[in-house]
């Protein structure tokens, strides 16, 4: 099995995230939904720069977060958590990522919000069906 291409999959699968930032004094979590560019191993996401979890993306750029839908069956639980670096897009990377963002979500052309990309560090999925607990890591570890 191509681990990197399951992770990958599943990503592109799904389409809400959970979003975790933090200052030296502050936590927070929100909800976030997501394109996935595989090239690029990047997440981009639309959020207002006011909202509270924005002014932490500001003050420090390492996030963490997670992709898990909700099954009921244990066996069917699968779920990513996530490492990256966040920085909100300008120019023609902003261009080109809201227009790969409206394709998927066409009423957010409506919203007025900035489009960040979530640089990828680390992904961890767990993935029952594979075998209860089991783990895929990205970038693969070296043995």
Not at 56 to 85: E, H, S, W
Not at 89 to 116: G, M
């Amino acid at each position: 099995m191509n681990e990197t291409k399951h992770i990958c999959d599943f990503i592109k699968n799904n389409y809400l995230l959970t979003l975790c930032t933090n200052s030296p004094s502050d936590l927070w979590c929100t909800h976030c939904y997501y394109i996935f560019d595989s090239n690029k191993m990047s997440l981009f996401i639309m959020t207002s720069e006011k909202s509270h979890h924005s002014q932490l993306m500001i003050l420090n750029k390492n996030i963490v977060g997670t992709i898990a839908p909700q099954p009921k069956n244990i066996i069917d639980i699968k779920g990513i958590q996530f490492k990256g670096y966040i920085e909100k897009l300008t120019n023609k990377e902003e261009k080109r990522a809201k227009n790969l963002y409206y394709n998927i979500f066409p009423t957010a052309k409506f919203i007025s919000a900035p489009i960040w990309e979530i640089k990828l560090t680390m992904l961890k999925m767990t993935d029952n069906s594979l075998g209860f607990g089991k783990k895929l890591i990205w970038p693969p570890q070296m043995t």
